[in-house]
């Protein structure tokens, strides 16, 4: 009775999965032609948003060290949270049992706490350097 219900869980599981990738087959040829007017926008405002840098700071380098910083602010963010959050686990849901991984977990915590703060005070210090510090 359990091989049956396997073989039928396992029968049902592989035709769905031919069914939802037959459907995205399908839906691929109309969003191609959606992404590509997508990306050539994206490329287009990646790259006004450095020439508009350049111009800010007055040099190519500085503009793009502005801009790499920018992105830097930007995505560090969600990916600092994210290490926050699994810092957490490890302190408050593994750590419970574990002392080792308790502190693992507060390491992970105070590590991209920090590393949040210096990502999004270095533009700013940057910024503050280039405008009052070269003259």
Known sequence: ??????????????????ICTNKVYAAEQVIDEETESKLVEIKDNASNSLEDYKEKYGSDVYGVVAYILNLVRIYSIPLCFLGIAIGAI??????????????KGMGLIVTFVTLLIICQILPLAFAVFVKFGRG
């Not at 009775?1 to 999965?17: G, N």
């Not at 490890?90 to 502190?103: A, F, N, P, S, W």
Request: proline share 0%; hydrophobic share 60%; no cysteine.
């Open 1 to 18: 009775m359990k091989r049956a219900i396997l073989i039928a869980t396992l029968l049902v599981i592989i035709f769905s999965i031919l």
């Open 90 to 103: 490890h302190q408050y849901v593994i750590g419970i049992r574990k002392l080792d991984t308790l502190e």
